[in-house]
């Protein structure tokens, strides 16, 4: 049953629009193909910016400079206790999502999700945001360029969302 309500769903919304539109007499397909065309643009404008973001990621992956920070830190983690195996999604979470979510999903498969590292990974994904791509989406949609203060509360808040993640689950479930 639930399933057929599911189906049912986006058909009704589309009706729902239409059936508003000529009720308000509203031209649905002008305002549809005016709505494409627009979408068009923001696509053509944000494009740039996205392409710039993956390319840094894919950069940055294949340099092997992410192994190299994690043996520089790997003694300090120790001693607090904080599994190294989840720096690579702290470092990774304020790119990109994807990533974070491919990195959780291995740390899951890995470590199951009752483990430490499990849940360290899965609060981290939910306390912290995407910043560069959010304002690499936003920004770049509406042509604003400095972002310099914005990047840094983003980031800011995001390295206090990771240290409070590891913090909680540590004082909850930790050895």
């Not at 993956?54 to 001693?79: C, K």
């Amino acid at each position: 049953m639930v399933n057929f309500i599911s189906e049912l769903m986006i058909p009704l919304l589309v009706l729902f629009i239409v059936i508003y539109a000529i009720i308000k007499k509203i031209n649905v397909y002008d305002a549809f193909v005016e709505g494409s065309t627009e979408s068009f643009q923001m696509i053509l404008t944000i494009f740039p910016c996205i392409l710039a973001m993956i390319f840094a990621i894919n950069i940055f992956l294949e340099s092997g400079l992410l192994t190299g920070v994690l043996e520089l830190i790997r003694p300090v983690l120790s001693m607090l206790k904080v599994p190294v195996e989840i720096i690579p999604m702290a470092l990774m979470r304020p790119i990109s999502g994807n990533a974070t979510l491919a990195i959780l999903n291995n740390l899951l498969s890995d470590f199951g999700p009752d483990s430490l590292i499990g849940r360290i990974g899965s609060v981290i994904q939910g306390s912290t945001e995407t910043t560069f791509y959010v304002l690499t989406l936003y920004f770049g949609s509406v042509g604003i360029k400095k972002i310099r203060h914005a990047m840094w509360t983003g980031l800011t808040v995001d390295l206090i969302g990771i240290i409070s993640s590891i913090i909680i689950v540590l004082l909850f479930f930790g050895p």
